[in-house]
């Protein structure tokens, strides 16, 4: 089985749910994030992504494990639904539905 399969596989176990949590509008914004995040257009965000998106951000000097951190806190491989989910896991209970349009590395800074 080719990896990009393996990957498509183990995400869509994710919890599609996930899109009642949140309006049209926001899960829009979401998508404009993660396709961003995505630099390699592959539908994934992998230790790459991270790492060029903090590179575009200013943070060149990110430590290998933060990144590998950041990947354990997924589910599986990260697809947009995976992503949505773990944003949707992280505000539930911390800010109200026109609050969750937030810069998304300031929130997993915060934690």
């Given at each position: 089985m080719?990896?990009?399969?393996?990957?498509k596989r183990a995400?869509?176990?994710?919890?599609?749910?996930?899109?009642?949590?949140f309006e049209q509008a926001q899960i829009q914004e979401f998508k404009?994030?993660?396709?961003?995040?995505?630099q390699n257009r592959d539908g994934f965000i992998d230790k790459n992504d991270l790492r060029d998106t903090f590179a575009a951000l200013g943070r060149l000097?990110?430590?290998?494990?933060?990144?590998?951190?950041?990947?354990?806190?997924?589910?599986?491989?990260?697809?947009f639904t995976v992503f949505l989910t773990m944003f949707g896991e992280k505000l539930k209970g911390r800010f109200s539905r026109d609050e969750t349009e937030t810069d998304f590395f300031t929130l997993r800074e915060s934690d």
């Open positions: 080719a990896p990009k399969k393996a990957k995400a869509e176990g994710a919890n599609s749910n996930v899109f009642s949590m404009e994030a993660f396709t961003i995040m995505d000097n990110v430590k290998q494990e933060e990144i590998d951190d950041m990947l354990k806190e997924a589910s599986g491989p990260i697809n």
